[in-house]
């Protein structure tokens, strides 16, 4: 938001006749605890006003709402040595993307401005407690079952339903959102009117109209926003690219932000990251001396995952880094499914943004995505991807190529796996033959792809497709799902 945006919203929080239970107004700053309370009170107590979102104003009277301005520096601040913000996200569970102002007021009265966001599918806690607010006062929500019970049942609004910006004319519409990318990624005739342009997103949800005018969803602004840096509430979602020198982080070649929606800048992403790739030498017959290192469709399915996975309650942003051995791109937000079953099975947490993006085009239809990636992986002569969760993130990693002598064990259990996924969904079982293939064993040497073979039945990751068949030149093998 800039100053004129925060000034408004001021104005219009105190015009309100009395503090409720999703406004908290503070003059000056008492203690980061009561802060962070506050945060999970009114993140909870949003949810239970069908609020998208709440408000902790420093420098406003709580019982006059006189705007008097602050000492407190919301951004600034500290606790010992640590931030003041990084200090509450650490402490908040689920750590929701809250947003943190500081502004003057007509000039001379400083304002520290919290902007939090409901809580979604369960309650925010502080420091292992939920709070929430009764009246004007905060309290502990395991004093009010009943209240509780309704945030837990309360999850009907999905972030892409939630409002970006609100109070717009339809000119506006068509100055913030590049329409003519939809129209366009779907085969489909320009409207001859703003009205029939407007009509078309309303439909898809892209937009709302509501009595006091317009308003962008999520949806429609994560998509098609000209400029993100125009949504002040998702403008922390846009894509970030890192070129590194070598294998580590130590020195950055060149850093690039995206700043459009995913589905307006997606092909200029794409092609920017294949750009920033290493040209792959000849390997065998499978490549053109002037293919690049890694297959274009992998990138771009593993890009479009990672937009539209990712959990947008979680802060941070979708990132590609790029080393000169492997490239990683990762989300913010954990799997809803084990990343075994990423082959096989299907849930996003963001289903409106993925139906759009697949119908433009833009990723593979449902459960269809990783298997080509492991096909053109095999088919490049690459190592298995790697897939891996931490507390905060998803990423999926693809390494550059290596002859199977200087690929380690764990890498080729993994590589074995995904052959016996890859083939499986195909409706084929994998076999010590397809597994040569896979690594360009010759059939002399097949007591290696035996072995492998063998380490991954240890591992439990693969079994025999027919257990009572007692010759192994005939064998087959499932992954451990099957």
């Not at 938001?1 to 107004?25: A, D, G, Y």
């Not at 606790?79 to 929701?96: D, T």
């Not at 102002?101 to 502080?126: N, R, W």
């Amino acid at each position: 938001m800039n100053t004129e945006e925060l000034i408004n919203l001021v104005n219009h929080l105190t015009n309100r006749s009395e503090e409720c239970e999703w406004i908290e107004f503070k003059h000056n700053f008492h203690s980061p605890e009561e802060i962070g309370e506050n945060i999970s009170a009114l993140s909870n107590s949003a949810c239970l006003q069908n609020q998208p979102y709440s408000y902790l104003v420093f420098g406003v009277q709580d019982r006059t709402h006189q705007i008097v301005g602050t000492l407190f520096k919301a951004k600034s601040s500290k606790v010992k040595n640590e931030n003041l913000e990084n200090w509450l996200v650490n402490r908040l569970s689920p750590k929701i993307d809250f947003s943190v102002y500081e502004f003057d007021y007509e000039g001379d009265k400083p304002i520290s401005l919290y902007m939090i966001p409901a809580a979604k599918t369960h309650p925010v806690t502080f420091s292992r407690i939920a709070y929430v607010r009764v009246g004007s006062s905060t309290r502990k929500l395991a004093d009010f079952r009943e209240k509780e019970s309704k945030i837990w049942r309360n999850n009907s609004t999905s972030f892409e339903e939630e409002i970006a910006k609100e109070n717009l004319l339809a000119s506006d519409i068509v100055n913030l959102l590049n329409t003519q990318t939809y129209f366009e990624r779907l085969k489909l005739p320009y409207p001859s009117t703003q009205e029939g342009v407007i009509e078309k997103f309303i439909s898809e949800k892209l937009i709302v109209n509501a009595t006091t005018g317009y308003s962008i969803t999520k949806l429609g602004a994560i998509l098609f926003a000209k400029n993100l840096d125009d949504f002040s509430l998702i403008q922390r979602k846009s894509v970030r690219v890192i070129v590194y020198k070598g294998v580590s982080k130590v020195e950055t070649i060149r850093e690039q932000m995206g700043t459009k929606g995913y589905a307006v800048g997606f092909e200029g992403l794409v092609d920017w990251v294949n750009s920033q790739l290493p040209a792959n030498e000849e390997i065998g017959k499978a490549f053109r001396t002037d293919s690049r290192m890694y297959p274009e469709i992998a990138i771009r399915e593993i890009v479009a995952n990672a937009l539209i996975h990712q959990d947008f309650l979680e802060k941070g942003f979708p990132m590609i880094e790029i080393f000169s051995d492997r490239i990683e791109i990762s989300n913010p937000g954990i799997p809803l499914i084990t990343p075994e079953r990423f082959i096989d099975e299907y849930l996003s947490r963001n289903e409106s943004l993925a139906d759009l993006m697949r119908r433009m085009g833009l990723c593979e239809e449902k459960g269809s995505g990783l298997d080509k990636v492991i096909h053109y992986n095999e088919l490049y002569q690459l190592p298995a991807i790697n897939v891996m969760v931490t507390e905060k993130r998803t990423k999926i990693i693809l390494y550059s190529y290596k002859t199977l002598n200087a690929t380690d064990k764990k890498e080729k259990i993994r590589a074995c796996y995904q052959h016996a996924c890859l083939k499986y969904v195909s409706n084929q079982k994998m076999t010590n033959q397809s597994l040569r293939d896979r690594f360009k064993i010759d059939e002399q040497n097949a007591a290696i792809a035996s072995r492998i073979i063998r380490d991954a039945l240890e591992e439990k990751l693969i079994k025999e497709d027919d257990p009572t068949n007692k010759s192994r030149k005939y064998a087959s093998y499932v992954p451990f799902w099957a």
